[in-house]
T-cell receptor
Framework: GEDVEQSLFLSVREGDSSVINCTYT??????LYWYKQEPGAGLQLLTY?????DMKQDQRLTVLLNKKDKHLSLRIADTQTGDSAIYFC??????????FGAGTILRVKS | GAVVSQHPSWVICKSGTSVKIECRSL??????MFWYRQFPKQSLMLMAT?????????EQGVEKDKFLINHASLTLSTLTVTSAHPEDSSFYIC?????????????FGPGTRLTVT
């Protein structure tokens, strides 16, 4: 079945780059997403990438997709304390049913 | 961007009672809304897809008689947890797609924390 896996925790220093990794199993995945969740809040869509793309950049965010290895990464440049949150990777075949990873807790030390 | 609200943000109820959670799209119409459940330190699990004017589609293992979904208008979907028990305590999050834009972007509400005592 569908499965999405992420590392559970990442700690970085303010100003460094953060790289959060995700692997998925469903080769039919068409859309891949990164969401951010702050404590007690809902999910904020950060960015998404289509499966026919290798890379997408949006300001400080860079998403890399290796479709062959079913590996997705999110790089946050110049990480700030406000980036501390849980980051969820998700995949979808049709954009309706999203399958989420367990989330990566990003802690930014000042 | 599209804004989705939920009400209440948190609720405590006694075992055996029913609780209704509302999900509203504030500045757009939403034919399709989704209900997720999130356990502490775990991921979101899709419970059901709510379609305006028709019956919701439930994921495998989700009891439709226990989690009643009504999507009576293009801006409101409700989830009613019937005869709640402590194991129903969880964080319930709704999301929606915007009818005006692409169907692959979902906008999430802030969530409702349900505690059943």
């Amino acid at each position: 079945g569908e499965d999405v896996e992420q590392s559970l925790f990442l700690s970085v220093r303010e100003g460094d780059s953060s790289v959060i990794n995700c692997t998925y199993t469903d080769s039919s995945s068409t859309y891949l997403y990164w969401y951010k969740q702050e404590p007690g809040a809902g999910l904020q869509l950060l960015t998404y990438i289509f499966s026919n793309m290798d890379m997408k950049q949006d300001q400080r965010l860079t998403v890399l997709l290796n479709k062959k290895d079913k590996h997705l990464s999110l790089r946050i440049a110049d990480t700030q304390t406000g980036d501390s949150a849980i980051y969820f990777c998700a995949e979808s075949i049709d954009g309706n049913k999203l399958v989420f990873g367990a989330g990566t807790i990003l802690r930014v030390k000042s | 961007g599209a804004v989705v609200s939920q009400h209440p943000s948190w609720v405590i109820c006694k075992s055996g009672t029913s609780v209704k959670i509302e999900c509203r799209s504030l500045d757009f119409q939403a034919t399709t809304m989704f209900w997720y459940r999130q356990f502490p330190k775990q991921s979101l699990m899709l419970m059901a897809t709510s379609n305006e004017g028709s019956k919701a589609t439930y994921e495998q293992g989700v009891e439709k008689d226990k989690f009643l979904i009504n999507h009576a208008s293009l801006t409101l979907s409700t989830l009613t947890v019937t005869s709640a028990h402590p194991e129903d305590s969880s964080f319930y999050i709704c999301s929606s797609t915007d009818d005006r834009t692409s169907t692959y972007e979902q906008y999430f509400g802030p969530g409702t924390r349900l505690t059943v005592t």
